[in-house]
């Protein structure tokens, strides 16, 4: 997973089901969002997807139904009221079966659907995270059953259109994901817009706009996040240095790499990796507190 990452998780018995707390705030946190729910239970989060800046506090859930750059940050925390957050994994292929099995589920509309969104987490939807969380045990019995049910009040809830957008088999949504993977799949490679529309049965001009309006951004600035998303992890894992990294994510010029570099991460290369390293360094030293 990793779209609340800036915490310390708590594993469960369930692949993909985490709770994670932060006392300290921490730089922002770039990564690979995946379909999940951020619940938070105590303070307040925030996501941002390319222009799309999204604030969730107690109460309140972060619903991610595609894989998209964003960055992740703490808002609010202190020792005495840390972040407490419950994530876990959305299932859309379950999603979808539960709206099979409406007899009237929501009809996603014409216009390009959003692929997150914030909701406010209270009533059958807090009473299902409360069930998980007030009997660890029945964790893996439990979790099947109460994340169709999550899936149905979701469908069913003030959010209903966007969460039918998502779970639409063969709709708009899904056909821009399947060209999103191919996407991701060659982002090393120059990718014409026209291609990917191929993928997504659709003309350039309405894969381009639904294509936004799914992720917040473009395709060429996706790709772009992508290819620099990887040049971090191979400078962080030591696989190369930055120049050796700009040539492998099929940069053209070293110089461009580190301005973008330094424009997406808010340092250099070199001061990112140190910057990163000093923070897994502490999120290590708070583990082995625990």
């Not at 994530?87 to 292929?93: G, I, S, T, V």
Request: aromatic share 6%.
């Amino acid at each position: 997973m990793g779209n609340c990452k800036g915490a310390s998780p708590f594993t469960t018995p369930i692949d993909g089901l985490a709770i994670l707390r932060s006392d300290h705030p921490k730089p922002p946190t770039h990564m690979m969002s995946k379909p999940a729910m951020c619940i938070v239970a105590q303070s307040a989060k925030r996501a941002t997807f390319g222009g799309n800046r999204l604030e969730y506090r107690a109460g309140q859930a972060l619903v991610v139904g595609v894989e998209a750059p964003s960055i992740g940050r703490v808002v609010e925390v202190s020792p005495g009221e840390p972040c407490l957050v419950l994530e876990f994994e959305l299932d859309l292929a379950i999603m979808r079966s539960v709206a099979d099995g409406l007899d009237a589920p929501p009809k996603p509309g014409g216009e390009p659907g959003r692929g997150v969104l914030v909701t406010d987490f209270r009533g059958p939807l807090a009473d299902c995270a409360l069930r998980l969380l007030d009997t660890p045990k029945a964790i893996p019995t439990l979790y099947p059953v109460i994340m169709r049910e999550i899936c149905y009040w979701l469908i069913t809830g003030p959010h209903g259109r966007d969460a039918a957008r998502m779970a639409l088999a063969n709709g708009p949504s899904q056909r821009v994901m399947n060209a999103m993977h191919s996407l991701r799949n060659r982002f090393r490679e120059t990718v014409r817009i026209a291609e990917l529309a191929e993928v997504a049965q659709m003309s350039p001009s309405a894969f381009h706009r639904q294509f936004k309006a799914l992720t917040s951004l473009t395709p060429l600035q996706y790709q772009k996040q992508l290819r620099l998303l990887d040049a971090r992890r191979l400078i962080i894992s030591s696989a190369a240095n930055a120049e050796t990294a700009s040539v492998l994510v099929c940069y053209e010029s070293p110089s461009q790499f580190s301005r973008e570099y330094a424009r997406m991460f808010g340092a250099s290369p070199k001061r990112g990796v140190t910057r990163m390293q000093a923070v897994l360094q502490e999120d290590r030293a708070a583990a082995g507190a625990d």
